[in-house]
């Protein structure tokens, strides 16, 4: 009998071993790090809203102590030092997989574009909920990785994802506060569904 039991709880162990979950890869890991923090900038976008007559910050001029003037010449570090309040903390606008750039520890201090992995969607309103609000920065039109500031994207650009970061896959969040996470032909049908023919984006 104690044979038998010995054998069950070898037999148990061998079973646990052999079909417990894999740990997520560092990769896995990090785009749901890149995930969480783009809703995080979501909410913040959203909180800042209530204050300010349900508009975005793209949405407010300059002369009020916003940055739409700022980020319509692509620069949108503004942006966020406009949400800082919401965000509490600059690290969360770093995509974990970015190794190009360095997370900011203060919104007041040195804090620019080299901190900041996300887009800014420049046409992003609660009144449209499929447009861009923010996301990965490392999408490529037409075979080339868009660079610092304004590009504008139309429904018949070839667009995809470039391979470093999230093995060809990326974060998007859309202006109702969600974040979905897209493949290349998803990206591609997202900017067909954003109920526009151009998406204005600045990226850092």
């Given amino acids: 009998m104690l044979e038998l039991l010995a ?22 890991t990090a785009r749901i790090v890149c995930f969480n923090n783009l809703k995080q900038v979501g909410q913040a976008f959203w909180f800042w809203s209530i204050d300010n007559n349900g508009r975005f910050p793209m949405q407010v001029a300059a002369s009020s102590g916003n940055p739409l003037e700022v980020i319509n010449a692509g620069h949108i570090a503004p942006t966020f030092i406009t949400l800082s309040n919401q965000l509490n903390t600059p690290k969360v606008l770093l995509c974990p997989a970015d190794l190009k750039r360095k997370a900011g520890t203060d919104f007041l201090k040195a804090f620019d574009e080299t901190n900041i992995s996300y887009f800014v969607g420049l046409d992003a309103a609660q009144t449209a909920p499929n447009m861009f609000l923010t996301g990965d920065d490392n999408i490529e039109l037409n075979g080339k990785l868009i660079g610092r500031g304004r590009s504008d994207i139309t429904t018949n650009s070839v667009v995809s994802w470039s391979d470093e970061r999230h093995k060809k896959q990326g974060n998007v969040g859309l202006a109702d506060g969600s974040v979905q996470g897209f493949s290349t032909t998803a990206l591609r049908t997202a900017i067909q569904n954003t109920g526009t023919n151009v998406i204005r984006v600045a990226f850092p």
């Fill in 7 to 28: 054998v069950i709880m070898v037999l148990a162990l061998v079973a646990i071993v052999l079909f417990a979950p894999e740990p997520p890869s560092k990769a896995r």
